[in-house]
């Protein structure tokens, strides 16, 4: 890298100057491009904290800051909002510019990200992050997300080293399993099983307790995701994590793009006269579309309560082969996200035969 100090990439900003910054876990590469001129200024390193781009930014005209999606894009947008500056976080899994790039470096990505963004912002696909609030809420669901794995890969470890020796543990819930289980370990097993079943046990407290929490913020400040809990088959964790996810729901200018931004829509590959059928895009938050696609397998289980939604996915049932319960299920999720939201923006109560009412 060249011999660029920050200090001297700040002496030389303008109205004009468009910074690309390449965030690094501990440190970023700074490049600036002058959009008036067409020079090319950096690159520079700064400390990927907040004294290190307060540092940068601070002092400057106001100034356009272009970052990419990724762990640290949701801090930094928001410390650089903050100091007065203009800041575009690139969708970084478009940038094949940048992806594919045969010659990848810090500093490339870093002048691309400066160039893009002083002339073609557009093509940098930029998104809207969610607000502080939002994602320490939403970081909740995540953390018991991880507990629940946890959980499940022990239970599967006990299992498969009991049936090793030829022995079986007897079926129970996850929240029961530890209860159960307790007087059936093998004696041989003693040392390697309690153990684990002790830590099972504080595993399942962990997780009522991230329960109870949801239920707090369900109750107290979201109270939006009340009303979407009533939806059969969505409940509360669902409904909440639906709405931190999403945060603003103005977001969308129609509903439909719900089911899009949770990546339930198949991918296109369209060329003359070829349109093929491809599987969906999974882009956007894997766990709210995990939750999304649990609900739906609830929404088609037999026995179900009845509702159009349900009948709108059974009637998918019945054609397209042996895939056709899959597809189902992933187009009932696609059309719960989009029911979601409507009923977000609409303040109204959940009908569950609204469409089988209106086409009587």
């Known amino acids: 890298m060249a011999k660029v100090t920050t200090k001297r990439l700040v ?10 910054i390449d965030l690094g876990d501990r440190a970023s590469v700074v490049s600036g491009f002058d959009a008036g001129t067409g020079e090319l200024l950096g690159p520079a390193k700064v400390a ?9 930014l601070a002092g400057l005209p106001r100034t356009r800051v272009v970052i990419e999606t990724g762990t640290h894009a949701n801090w930094v947008s928001r410390v650089v ?15 094949a510019l940048i992806a594919m790039s045969e010659t990848k470096t810090d500093v490339r990505d870093a002048e691309l990200l400066a160039r893009l963004g002083a002339t073609q912002p557009q093509l940098l696909y930029p998104v809207k992050l969610r607000s502080e609030r939002a994602q320490a809420h939403l970081a909740v669901i995540r953390a018991r997300e991880a507990v629940m794995e946890m959980r499940t890969g022990l239970i599967s470890c006990m299992r498969n080293m009991t049936k090793s020796l030829g022995r079986r543990l007897p079926s129970a819930s996850s929240d029961a399993f530890h209860r159960k289980v307790w ?4 004696v041989e097993l003693e040392a390697a099983l309690r153990p684990m079943l002790l830590v099972i046990a504080r595993a399942t407290r962990t997780i009522h307790r991230y329960d109870r929490e949801v239920a707090r913020q369900c109750r107290e400040e979201r109270r939006e995701a009340l ?12 409904a909440l994590a ?7 729901p103005a977001r969308f200018s129609s509903s439909r793009l719900a089911g ?8 296109k590959d369209q060329s003359g006269g070829t349109d ?3 599987r969906i895009t999974k882009t956007g938050d894997v766990m709210v579309r995990r939750l999304l696609v649990q609900c739906a397998h609830v929404i088609l289980k037999d026995g179900a309560a009845d509702s159009a939604l349900r009948r709108w996915g059974l009637a998918m049932t019945g054609r397209g082969g042996k895939n056709a319960k899959r597809r189902a299920v992933v187009a009932v999720a696609r059309k719960l996200a989009v029911l979601l939201h409507a009923l977000w923006i609409s303040g109204e109560e959940y009908e569950p035969m609204r469409g089988v009412q209106v086409a009587a």
Do not use: N
Request: proline share 3%; aromatic share 6%.
């Open 227 to 238: 009303r979407l809990a009533k939806v059969f088959g969505v409940g509360e964790l669902t």
């Open 242 to 248: 639906f709405v931190l996810a999403i945060d603003d």
């Open 276 to 278: 093929k059928q491809l």
């Open 48 to 56: 990927t904290t907040r004294e290190g781009i307060e540092t940068l």
């Open 81 to 95: 909002e903050r100091l007065g500056h203009e800041v575009i976080v690139a969708q970084s899994r478009k940038l």
């Open 183 to 186: 007087d059936e370990v093998p």
């Open 11 to 20: 002496r030389k900003q303008t109205t004009t100057m468009t910074l690309g």
């Open 260 to 267: 899009a931004y949770f990546g339930l829509v198949p991918r």
